[in-house]
């Protein structure tokens, strides 16, 4: 048992721990801070296994700019404040069968296809990855810069708001600093919209 | 010439359809065409009678030749003849190669497109076929010119000449057929011209019956024709009349059969010759008009049936069964129809007696002698015409038939009185007209050839020779003898009805001559024109019996000296003495009842039993089951339409429908919105695939 | 080390992400879950071409391969959290079991 194997097994714990808390906490807020951790093992993991850039890109994509992301669509949505309620119509029999049925298929095949192999730690650096990545898989790089640029362009269309669009979530959001109801003061000349 | 000899009844036919388009606008109303193709049918008769006589007589002069015998019967004093007959004797000569006696066939064979059974049209020109030529279209020319003065102001004048026309086509047409089935096309077709022209004034109710009277009991003789005809093709193979004489020839036929079609074939002939007991239509068929009486019921049609037998004479050769029956029933008609003559009232109906009786004497000739038969029916169409045509004269005259209208008609009509006298006295058979000659013939056939027939033939033949003296002897004292006893001025007829009167006297007087039985014209004269086979020539004559001559010329001569005796009183022709004989002129005068027996046995049976029931089975029987047919049709089509259609395809069909409509609200559950759902699906069937996939 | 663990840690995540797809009821903590698998698969993807080595992969085509993913998911993350927006927006509620209007 050598000490990757050792930082490969906690590190896989934590991170399923993580996970299985982002799926059934009932707060959505820590769900999100939960998958931070996850999403930080899985770099760990690609540490482990050597891909040190890929590690690196991990937690700036990830961690930084998703989870970031899903945080704003949460509150942009008006995720409850708070413990609630989380189970949806299906139930948890139908999850529950289908994710351990086809954890154990997966498992098996894997155990049975892998039993004896072993990863050398060789660690990739990034003058590597990089050379290869932009000499010999410069076009699909391009294509997927050009790919991002449009999903992001899709993503703007997508979510702008458009005059008359169905009921308006922020109808009753309150706009302007209440001021306190007193009593008509004298020579106040600007009457207070509400 | 003989090639062209179907123009004879081709130019007929013609003349039948010129006058039927354009006679009403000619200037005679048609009869000038009926009379003008009738004349060059008459010269072109004669030229082909001409050449077959002469090519005849020139084969037995051959023969007589080669057996260097001055005459055929006469061979270092045996008898020799070349006749088969069995009536004959002798032996038979031998008929040296290349000799044979004239015939002309000349046919085209008609086949339906395709193959199949094919029938001939073809003509036949022999002895026989000239002999009929001359007579049909001499008479028929006689006829034509008589009808013009007879006829003249008639309404339907341009019909009649039309009738007159096919009917003389049609009866040339069986006379120079080939093939029996064009006889039984002649022979239909004289039929139905009968029928139209008995019928001609059929304003009359009696007319009209009496055409068809004739039509309903010759056609029952023309079943018996038909049965005959085919009976022959079955046992032959063949229509055609020399290939069946080649059949019976070589004698590979079976005789039962053979006797049983010419049996049906001589019932034809008994209905179309008015023999008895088909008999009875001749005398009302006088009814028609006068002419027609003279050219069809005389000289023509009713000769049709002894031409049939004298045509397939060496056929009724070979059954001498049917040459007996031949011969009963001849004597029966000829001794029974000439006694009935003796109670007419009519000048027609006596006429019409007579010539059953004649024909009787025909028939029963043909049963011993080819020559006899047929020169009789010669001789008797000319002076039956003629007396027909002055039975017209005198009735044009007085605007009466019956002789008790008559009476003193000598002077007034002298040449009516004449050759009425001529033609009577040939009828009687008196020395040296013709009608002596010929039945002479007749009786001494019968007598030469013996037998239970043949002497029954000759004693009734010659009563009958009595009885038809007597008989003539009464019409002419009752109509030219003593006052006249009708209304208004008689005179003589106008030209044209009275010189067909006088042509045809002579060869009524002078016919006789051709055919004398004696040595030294026999062989080359009427005997040798009209055989149409040189097996069958009956050389040796019908041997002349002076003493039968004779008698019967003595019979004749007592007949009249009766008949005198009796109407030479005025008091017996006020008061006829032979109608007043008690029970003997009442079964006369009733025609033996025999037209009681066949309208009580036969026509009222049929008309009001058997006919109503057979509509009554038509409308109640089959008419039910025809209707049940429909009936049943429509029920099974509602059945169809209730079980099968409705409940049965509908049935399937909407279930399909309904089926998918259940099934489909089913499966609709899987559409439940929820996206989760569809996701949970996916993710099984991902596991499952996988499975699959790791497994195989 | 092994190759099972990170192969085996790939299949848990995995699963756990699938259970959370089909289990949870807010539409953004369907997104969270979505990224989960893929995280999952990246790691796969590495540990494959870990396991190959570099010798027999000269292209590194497993991070490659992990790197374009990465790139996608989070792009597919932007796009989905802006369809949630207009979901919210339109029927006032991220609750996946309201959005079943293509039901039958």
């Known amino acids: 048992m050598t000490a ?182 004298t020579g106040d000349p600007t009457p207070v919209g509400r | 010439m003989s090639e062209f000899a179907w123009l004879i009844p081709a130019v007929m036919a013609l003349s039948a359809l010129t006058i039927l388009l354009f006679g009403k606008r000619m200037p005679r109303h048609g009869a000038e065409v009926g009379i003008l193709a009738l004349g060059v049918a008459f010269v072109l008769s004669v030229l082909v009678a001409v050449e077959v006589f002469s090519a005849n007589v020139a084969a037995v002069a051959e023969v007589e030749e080669a057996h260097s015998v001055q005459s055929v019967w006469e061979v270092g004093g045996r008898e020799v003849t070349l006749v088969v007959d069995a009536a004959e004797g002798g032996e038979a000569a031998e008929i040296p190669a290349g000799v044979h006696e004239f015939r002309l066939e000349q046919s085209t064979e008609l086949s339906p497109i395709g193959g199949g059974f094919s029938i001939e049209a073809g003509t036949r020109i022999d002895g026989l076929t000239a002999m009929m030529f001359l007579l049909v279209s001499f008479v028929s020319l006689m006829v034509h010119v008589y009808s013009t003065g007879y006829m003249h102001g008639d309404p339907r004048y341009t019909w009649y000449f039309t009738l007159l026309s096919v009917f003389t086509f049609s009866m040339l047409l069986l006379v120079i057929a080939n093939n ?19 019928g001609f004034w059929w304003e009359e109710k009696a007319n009209s019956d009496a055409a068809i009277k004739a039509l309903l009991t010759t056609k029952l003789g023309d079943v018996g024709l038909m049965v005959g005809v085919v009976g022959l093709w079955s046992e032959f193979g063949t229509f055609n009349i020399t290939r069946i004489y080649e059949g019976v020839a070589a004698g590979d036929f079976d005789q039962g059969l053979l006797t049983f079609s010419l049996l049906a074939l001589f019932i034809g002939a008994v209905g179309k010759s008015a023999q008895f007991p088909l008999h009875t239509w001749l005398p009302d068929a006088m009814a028609g008009p006068t002419p027609v009486s003279a050219l069809i019921h005389a000289a023509t049609m009713v000769t049709a049936g002894v031409f049939l037998i004298a045509r397939l004479y060496p056929v009724y050769q070979a059954s001498p069964t049917t040459l007996t029956v031949i011969a009963i029933i001849g004597v029966i008609t000829l001794f029974a129809m ?21 024909l009787g004497y025909m028939v029963a000739a043909l049963a011993f002698s080819y020559t006899a038969g047929i020169f009789h029916l010669f001789a008797h169409g000319f002076f039956k015409a003629l007396l027909f045509l002055g039975a017209g004269s005198l009735i044009h005259a007085v605007h009466s038939n019956n002789m008790s209208d008559m009476g003193g008609l000598r002077k007034p009509m002298p040449v009516t009185f004449a050759t009425f006298v001529i033609g009577s006295a040939a009828l009687a058979a008196i020395p040296p007209l013709a009608g002596f000659w010929s039945k002479d013939e007749v009786l001494a056939g019968a007598f030469g050839a013996g037998g239970y027939s043949g002497t029954l033939v000759t004693v009734l033949g010659g009563l009958g020779g009595m009885i038809t003296a007597f008989y003539m002897a009464r019409v002419l004292w009752l109509v030219f003898a003593g006052e006249f006893r009708g209304n208004g001025h008689p005179h003589e007829s106008p030209a044209a009805m009275k010189w067909p009167l006088v042509v045809l006297a002579v060869p009524a007087a002078l016919i006789g001559f051709v055919n004398l039985p004696f040595d030294f014209a026999h062989p080359r004269g009427f005997a040798a024109w009209t055989m149409f086979d040189l097996a069958y020539f009956e050389g040796h004559p019908v041997e002349f019996n002076l003493l039968l001559a004779l008698g019967t010329t003595l019979l004749a001569l007592l007949g009249i000296a009766a008949a005198t005796a009796i109407y030479r009183r005025r008091a017996a022709v006020a008061n006829d003495p032979m109608l007043r004989l008690g029970l003997f002129t009442q079964v006369l005068q009733n025609k033996y009842y025999l037209d009681q027996l066949y309208m009580g046995v036969i026509v009222r049976p049929l008309r009001d039993r058997v006919a109503p029931a057979a509509y ?80 195989a | 080390m092994q190759a099972v663990y990170p192969l085996v840690f790939s299949a848990a995540l995995f699963c756990v992400g699938v259970y959370g797809v089909l289990s949870r009821r807010n539409a953004v903590l369907v997104l969270m879950s979505v990224e989960l698998m893929l995280a ?24 490659v391969f992990a790197l374009f993913v990465m790139a996608v998911a989070a792009a597919e993350v932007g796009v989905g959290l802006a369809i949630v927006l207009l979901l919210y927006r339109n029927r006032a509620s991220v609750n996946i079991d309201d959005a079943d209007l293509m039901k039958y």
């Open chain 2, 180 to 198: 029996l089935l064009m006889v039984v096309m002649g022979w239909e077709l004289v039929g139905v011209c009968s029928f139209l022209l008995i």
């Open chain 2, 338 to 358: 000439g006694l009935l003559a003796l109670v007419q009232d009519d000048v027609k109906r006596v006429l019409a007696y007579s010539t059953i009786s004649q």
């Open chain 2, 616 to 695: 009554w089975f038509n409308d109640h029987v089959l008419d039910r089951i025809v209707n049940l047919a429909g009936a049943g049709a429509v029920g099974l089509g509602r059945v169809t339409y209730r079980t099968v259609d409705q409940r049965g395809i509908d049935g399937v069909v909407n279930g399909i429908g309904s089926t998918a409509n259940y099934t489909g609200n089913l499966l609709k559950f899987a559409q439940s919105g929820n996206v989760q759902l569809y996701a949970g699906a996916l993710f099984v069937g991902v596991f499952v695939l996988g499975v699959l996939f790791a497994v």
């Open chain 1, 4 to 185: 990757q194997d050792i930082g490969m097994l906690l590190v896989a714990v934590v991170g399923t721990a993580s996970a299985l808390l982002v799926v059934a906490s009932r707060n959505v807020v820590h769900s999100a801070l939960y998958l931070v951790i996850a999403l930080l093992s899985v770099a760990a993991t690609f540490l482990l296994l050597g891909a040190e850039f890929l590690a690196w890109a991990q937690v700036l994509v990830y961690v930084g700019a998703v989870v970031v992301l899903i945080l704003f669509g949460l509150m942009l949505t008006r995720a409850p404040i708070g413990p609630t309620a989380q189970g949806n119509e299906l139930g948890r029999a139908l999850p529950m069968g289908v994710s351990i049925a086809l954890f154990g298929f997966l498992a098996t095949v894997i155990f049975l296809a892998y039993p004896t192999t072993d990863i050398a730690l060789a660690p990739t650096t990034t003058a590597a990855l990089g050379s290869v990545l932009y000499v010999h898989w410069a076009f699909p790089f391009m294509v997927l810069g050009f790919f991002l640029t449009v999903s992001l362009i899709g993503a703007i269309i997508l979510a702008r708001k458009e005059e008359g669009e169905g009921p308006d979530p922020y109808a009753d959001a309150v706009t302007e600093v209440p001021v306190p109801a007193e009593s008509d003061t």
């Open chain 3, 40 to 63: 999952s698969v990246t790691i796969n993807l590495v540990a494959f071409g870990a396991i190959l080595g570099a010798g027999a992969d000269p292209l590194l085509t497993g991070q």
